[in-house]
C-alpha cells in the first residue's frame, strides 16, 4: 500500500540523504575529469559551464578526450547524443511520476542523472514522488558535481606533467571499467567485438574522433540485430 508524502521539509531531506552515497561517490570522478579538461586546455570556468549546462559526467568524459583545438563539434554533438540516448527511456519511465510537478517538471529533467533516475523511481513504488524529494535529490548531486570538477580542474592547473603520476590512464581505466559493467556473459560478446572492432578500424581510416561514434552505431545495430533472435532463445 502507496504511504501518503511526508512533509516538503521532511521530503527534501529523504532526497538528500538517498542520494548522498552516490553523491560522495561521484566526486573522485568529477575531480579526475577537472583535471583531464584543464590538461586540454580548458579553464576552471569552462568546465564550471560545461557540468552546469550538460551535467551527464559519462558525456562529458567523452566529450573531453576527445576535446582539441579547434574542437570537432560535428563528433562531439553526435557521439554525447549517442551515449546520452538513454535518457529518452529513463524520461519515458519517470514521465508520468513527475507530471504532478506542473511546471516544475521542466526544470526537473535537467537534473535526470542516472543516479537521481534511479532513487526518484525506487521512492516512486512505496509513496508519491514529490518535487521536494526529487529536487533534495537532484540540487545535492548537482552541487557535488560541480564543486568537484571545479577543484578538480584548479588543483589540474598546477599540475605541470600529468603523465607523470599516471593521470594520464585516467580516462582509459574509467572506460575499461565501464565497458566491463555492462557484460552479461557471453551474450553480449557480439556487441562488443562488434562496437570495438568497428572503432578501431574507424581510427585507423578516418580523421579525428569519428571512431567513437562508429564504434556506438555498430554496437546498437548488432544488439537489435541480434536482440529478436536472442529473446526467442
Known sequence: MMRRAAPPLAELHA???????AALAACPFGLM???????????????????????????????????ESPPPLLVLACTVL?????????????AGRIRP?????FVAVHLMADEIWAVAERRALSQPLTPAFWFGAGLLL?????????????????????????????????FLGLALSFWKGWRTGPVVA??????????????????????????????????PEKARR
Open 15 to 21: 532526497g538528500a540523504f538517498a542520494i548522498l552515497p
Open 33 to 67: 575529469l577537472g583535471q583531464q579538461a584543464v590538461a586540454k586546455g580548458l579553464t576552471p570556468m569552462d568546465v564550471l559551464a560545461m557540468s552546469s549546462i550538460v551535467f551527464a559526467g559519462s558525456a562529458q568524459f567523452v566529450a573531453i578526450g576527445l576535446w
Open 82 to 94: 549517442l551515449i546520452n540516448l538513454r535518457h529518452v527511456l529513463m524520461g519515458a519511465s519517470i
Open 101 to 105: 510537478f506542473g511546471p516544475l517538471r
Open 142 to 174: 548537482f552541487f557535488c558535481w560541480q564543486v568537484s570538477t571545479v577543484l578538480g580542474a584548479v588543483l589540474g592547473a598546477t599540475i605541470q606533467d600529468p603523465a607523470r603520476y599516471g593521470l594520464d590512464f585516467a580516462f582509459p581505466a574509467m
Open 194 to 227: 562488434a562496437a570495438g572492432i568497428t572503432a578501431v578500424l574507424a581510427h585507423a581510416a578516418l580523421p579525428g574522433g569519428w571512431h567513437v561514434p562508429a564504434g556506438a552505431l555498430a554496437g546498437i545495430a548488432t544488439a537489435v540485430v541480434l536482440g
